[in-house]
């Protein structure tokens, strides 16, 4: 029997239990892929991570990310969580450097005490990578009437930028009354999707862009307090609903207030000829406990 110890970090919040929950093992060498996933649904969070040796010596470490389903490509709150637990566990400063299944991510940290800031850069441009189900059977899955998801410009897509969503425009007033209908997801067929990501324009903020939802029974997770990865694939769906000025823009999206964890993420995007050209996730992570497990 083997020890490995670990922190636990609520991500894309600055305050303890709101936001998005990570497990972090710090240095998993040694342990199976069958270990790891084990190990995931003990935790029972949306994600856990397992820091390794990097692969090539420039980088900084090599991460899997798991789901109580099934490992990741690419998450973004296990990105921007697990680079602030190993740069205060190694004393780092300024930029490192995650090896993920979708290639490597330079990810920008500031630390203070207890907490950090950080931001990855996506190697992977956000495309649309497929066709979506329909509006009705998107709709039926999500307790819905058919007529309340937007049908035109920002209809429906399949989106990804290193994993897929679905994308789905609606009133703030319904994406606050979704709920999961198992029998009609099952209709969904979407397997190697990873879940739906219903939007609204503006938000309990008052700087919010957007207020989301992102459902995903079949990765284990009914619903996610907070999708980095899914908000890094957003701008695909935006360019393509909508008109959008060359340049940077940031977008302020909050999810997780149906669930009690409120959190806020940032997007900065650059969009050159109605193309995106580069995105970036940043967002707060605070540190709530650290242990160790045996395996």
Same mark, same amino acid.
């Given at each position: !029997?083997?020890?490995?110890?670990?922190?636990?970090?609520?991500?894309?919040?600055?305050?303890?239990?709101?936001?998005?929950?990570?497990?972090?093992?710090?240095?998993?060498?040694g342990l199976t892929l069958d270990q790891m996933q084990t190990i995931t649904r003990e935790f029972n969070y949306a994600e856990s991570t397992f820091v390794l040796p990097p692969e090539n010596p420039e980088n900084t470490a090599r991460v899997r990310i798991f789901t109580p389903g099934y490992e990741m490509p690419f998450a973004g709150h296990p990105?921007?969580?697990?680079a602030i637990a190993v740069a205060r566990a190694r004393g780092l400063k300024g930029e490192v450097r995650l090896e993920l299944n979708t290639g490597v991510f330079p990810v920008r940290v500031d630390l203070s005490e207890d907490s950090g800031f950080a931001e990855f850069q996506n190697p992977n441009l956000p495309e649309e990578t497929g066709a979506a189900p329909s509006a009705e059977k998107i709709a039926a899955a999500l307790s819905l009437p058919a007529d309340v998801l937007d049908a035109g410009d920002h209809k429906p897509r399949r989106c990804g930028a290193g994993v897929d969503y679905v994308y789905v425009k609606t009133s703030l007033e319904n994406v606050k009354k979704a709920k999961v209908n198992s029998a009609a997801w099952d209709a969904l067929e979407i397997d190697e999707i990873v879940g739906l990501y219903l939007y609204a324009e503006g938000g309990e903020a008052a700087d919010a862009d957007y207020h989301v939802r992102m459902f995903a029974p079949g990765a284990g997770v009914m619903e996610d307090p907070a999708t980095g990865s899914a908000a890094a694939g957003f701008p695909a769906q935006i360019v393509r609903s909508q008109s959008v000025p060359d340049g940077e823009h940031r977008l302020?999206?909050?999810?997780?207030?149906? !669930?009690?964890?409120?959190?806020?993420?940032?997007?900065?995007?650059?969009v050159e000829n109605g193309?995106?050209?580069?995105?970036?996730?940043?967002?707060?992570?605070?540190?709530?406990?650290e242990g160790r497990i045996s395996v």
């Amino acid at each position: !029997m083997a020890d490995y110890d670990f922190v636990t970090l609520d991500v894309f919040t600055d305050r303890k239990f709101t936001g998005n929950q990570l497990a972090v093992l710090l240095d998993a060498q040694g342990l199976t892929l069958d270990q790891m996933q084990t190990i995931t649904r003990e935790f029972n969070y949306a994600e856990s991570t397992f820091v390794l040796p990097p692969e090539n010596p420039e980088n900084t470490a090599r991460v899997r990310i798991f789901t109580p389903g099934y490992e990741m490509p690419f998450a973004g709150h296990p990105t921007v969580g697990t680079a602030i637990a190993v740069a205060r566990a190694r004393g780092l400063k300024g930029e490192v450097r995650l090896e993920l299944n979708t290639g490597v991510f330079p990810v920008r940290v500031d630390l203070s005490e207890d907490s950090g800031f950080a931001e990855f850069q996506n190697p992977n441009l956000p495309e649309e990578t497929g066709a979506a189900p329909s509006a009705e059977k998107i709709a039926a899955a999500l307790s819905l009437p058919a007529d309340v998801l937007d049908a035109g410009d920002h209809k429906p897509r399949r989106c990804g930028a290193g994993v897929d969503y679905v994308y789905v425009k609606t009133s703030l007033e319904n994406v606050k009354k979704a709920k999961v209908n198992s029998a009609a997801w099952d209709a969904l067929e979407i397997d190697e999707i990873v879940g739906l990501y219903l939007y609204a324009e503006g938000g309990e903020a008052a700087d919010a862009d957007y207020h989301v939802r992102m459902f995903a029974p079949g990765a284990g997770v009914m619903e996610d307090p907070a999708t980095g990865s899914a908000a890094a694939g957003f701008p695909a769906q935006i360019v393509r609903s909508q008109s959008v000025p060359d340049g940077e823009h940031r977008l302020v999206i909050e999810q997780g207030f149906e !669930m009690g964890r409120p959190s806020r993420l940032l997007a900065t995007v650059a969009v050159e000829n109605g193309a995106v050209r580069s995105v970036r996730i940043g967002g707060d992570a605070v540190f709530v406990q650290e242990g160790r497990i045996s395996v």
